[in-house]
């Protein structure tokens, strides 16, 4: 029999040849891809769990406003809080947190994590600085502790203290907000405005005076601002503050009784030229706020009353004194007449 003509050899096709090529690079590259990016993931997960050095040393790290997150990794940088520039700013980019950085004073040290440094920056939770404001200090005095703390210029401070306009804005009676600087202890942070500071302290008055005191004033025939005025006087004037309802029975007594209060430290109040120590100019001199010489409660506030004050004021005790007199130990002797003032007055001020 014939041979049968035998089948062609089949020859590999070379577009087979170029896909089997194609897809063993693309696995080669995908793989290669894989290693590369678990080392980066490895890389970051250790960048942002490791401090930057093994010592913990306190910083205050400040973030400006508007400041750009290069600028914010370079001073992160210098500071010894990140090791690595690139690496914070990626890892600030993988979190979607580079507009989240909020501007502030921010208490850190060298022995934190990237990874806790950020979230201090997105927390906004700045560093507070502490201002205490002792009871029966006045709004000059207040001005100066604002501007030591850091925290508002006196000038400016002064200024809104005395801006009509802000003053009406705060719901404040009177021509300053002298008597409503609330005295307390604050925490306010640099970022702190000087309106928004001087706010809290009003803020503070306003929730201390609560509604029982307004009708409390109103049962005794004085306005809220009257009753400032008066606790503000029993505040300057008391040493020791178990006597303050007993001040506050003499001044009583004397606005029913149409007698002038002849408070020194309101005459102190109105005059420039004051120097630790009260003359007979200053006694003579009328001022709106001199009670030697004024009827009634001065022209406003002289200092800032806290909240004791605020309430002897309002509750006076039930006495018929009519005079006090300074014993020297932060006492007085009270009288119900002058006569036995001017005997007190002997014995403890001039001594005899």
């Given at each position: 029999m014939p041979k049968q003509d035998q089948a062609p050899e089949k020859r590999p096709d070379k577009r087979h040849k170029k896909i089997k090529k194609t897809v063993l690079i693309s696995a080669i590259f995908c793989l290669c891809f894989?290693?590369?990016?678990?080392?980066?993931?490895?890389?970051?997960?250790?960048?942002?769990?490791?401090?930057?050095?093994?010592?913990?040393?306190?910083?205050?790290?400040?973030?400006?406003?508007?400041?750009?997150?290069?600028?914010?990794?370079?001073?992160l940088?210098?500071?010894?809080?990140?090791?690595?520039?690139?690496?914070?700013?990626?890892?600030?980019?993988?979190?979607?947190?580079?507009?989240?950085?909020?501007?502030?004073?921010?208490?850190?040290?060298?022995?934190?994590?990237?990874?806790?440094?950020?979230?201090?920056?997105?927390?906004?939770?700045?560093?507070?600085y502490r201002l205490i404001i002792p009871e029966g200090m006045n709004m000059q005095e207040i001005a100066v502790l604002a501007q030591e703390a850091g925290l508002c210029s006196r000038k400016?401070?002064?200024?809104?203290?005395?801006?009509?306009?802000?003053?009406?804005?705060?719901?404040?009676?009177?021509?300053?907000?002298?008597?409503?600087?609330f005295p307390d202890t604050y925490f306010f942070s640099k970022e702190t405005d000087c309106k928004t500071l001087i706010k809290n302290m009003i803020s503070t008055f306003k929730m201390t005076?609560?509604?029982?005191?307004?009708?409390?004033?109103?049962?005794?025939?004085?306005?809220?601002?009257?009753v400032v005025i008066l606790?503000?006087?029993?505040?300057?004037?008391?040493?020791?503050?178990?006597?303050?309802p007993i001040i506050s029975s003499v001044f009583h007594?004397?606005?029913?009784?149409?007698?002038?209060l002849e408070s020194d430290p309101t005459v102190i109040y109105g005059v420039s030229d004051y120097y630790g120590k009260i003359r007979y100019k200053h006694l003579r001199r009328?001022?709106?706020?001199?009670?030697?010489?004024?009827?009634?409660?001065?022209?406003?506030?002289?200092?800032?009353?806290?909240?004791?004050?605020?309430?002897?004021a309002l509750y006076p005790a039930q006495t018929d004194y009519l005079f006090f007199v300074s014993k020297n130990d932060t006492t007085h002797k009270f009288s119900t007449n002058l006569k036995d003032h001017n005997r007190a007055v002997k014995k403890y001020q001039l001594n005899q």
């Open positions: 894989a290693v590369v990016a678990g080392a980066a993931m490895l890389w970051m997960a250790i960048f942002i769990e490791a401090p930057a050095t093994t010592r913990s040393l306190p910083v205050t790290f400040t973030v400006s406003s508007g400041q750009h997150l290069s600028i914010i990794a370079q001073n940088k210098d500071q010894n809080l990140i090791s690595n520039l690139t690496a914070f700013k990626l890892y600030v980019r993988i979190k979607k947190a580079a507009t989240r950085i909020k501007a502030g004073e921010y208490e850190m040290n060298t022995g934190m994590s990237p990874e806790t440094i950020l979230s201090i920056l997105i927390s906004g939770k700045s560093k507070l400016q401070f002064l200024s809104l203290c005395n801006d009509l306009e802000f003053i009406n804005q705060c719901e404040v009676p009177g021509m300053t907000l002298e008597g409503y600087l005076f609560t509604n029982k005191w307004k009708a409390r004033a109103k049962e005794i025939g004085l306005s809220v601002h009257e606790a503000s006087i029993i505040e300057k004037e008391t040493g020791n503050g178990k006597e303050r007594n004397r606005l029913k009784r149409h007698m002038r009328v001022t709106p706020y001199n009670t030697y010489k004024i009827d009634g409660l001065p022209a406003g506030p002289i200092a800032n009353p806290g909240a004791h004050s605020l309430k002897a």
